[in-house]
């Protein structure tokens, strides 16, 4: 099967200091990697889209500044959101996919705490 | 740009009974409609999907039926189990890959 793995699982910062999440494909080749935000007892919400060797395509009202994402091989994603704060503690949540036409699967994602 | 509108919000059923959820969306480009099963804390895990050129599935207790002439599809649980109880997501994805998300529906099992 298709794992993909995401780390850390859980995370606290200070609010002003920054966090690296990382998403790895473990057994195949990523060519599309998204990172979605889930509010507690809400849907999922796209954040951005990324493509192997080129920049990342992020959803409408999603700061690009504050949420760095970084997808420098097939098999690795880096989401990092740099000087964060309060409102920003949330599940952030990965998902990767072969192709287009293949189903995606997710990580198992990371809660963030700013404190 | 996609919108998927997911019913009911919440869904209370007895052990035994079907559960049925329904999404409706808007891009008629959209060709696949994943189901994902959410537990408290935990990642969506894929349960089902169908594609634009299949019209019903089923996989054992569960099957998605997809009706592209209204654009909606729905998810049917039979013999519905205390372990279903979760929050379920409906997902419509275009060819360029990107999936828009059902609001989800709190299943809950009463034993």
């Known amino acids: 099967g298709a794992v993909v793995s995401q780390h850390p699982s859980r995370v606290i910062c200070k609010s002003g200091t920054s966090v690296k999440i990382e998403c790895r494909s473990l057994?195949?080749?990523?060519?599309?990697m998204f990172w979605y935000r889930q509010f507690p007892k809400q849907s999922l919400m796209l954040m951005a889209t990324s493509n192997e060797g080129s920049k990342a395509t992020y959803e409408q009202g999603v700061e690009k500044d504050k949420f760095l994402i970084n997808h420098a091989s097939l098999t690795l994603s880096t989401l990092t959101v740099t000087s964060a704060h309060p409102e920003d503690s949330s599940f952030y949540i990965c998902s990767a996919r072969r192709q287009v036409t293949t189903e995606a699967f997710f990580g198992q994602g990371t809660r963030l705490t700013v404190v | 740009g996609e919108n998927v509108e997911q019913h009911p919000s919440t869904l209370s059923v007895q052990e035994g009974d079907s559960a049925v959820i329904k999404c409706t969306y808007s891009?008629?480009?959209?060709?696949?409609f994943p189901w994902y099963k959410q537990e408290l804390g935990k990642r969506p895990q894929l349960i089902i999907d169908?594609?634009?050129?299949?019209g019903e599935k089923k996989d054992q207790r569960i099957a998605v039926t997809l009706n592209k002439t209204a654009k909606h599809f729905s998810l049917h649980i039979t013999e519905t189990q205390p372990e279903d109880s979760a929050v379920y997501f409906c997902a419509a994805r275009t060819n360029a890959g990107k999936s828009t998300f059902g609001d989800g529906t709190t299943l809950t099992v009463k034993p």
């Open positions: 891009d008629s480009a959209s060709n696949y």
């Open positions: 057994d195949f080749q990523a060519t599309t």
């Open positions: 169908i594609r634009s050129n299949v």
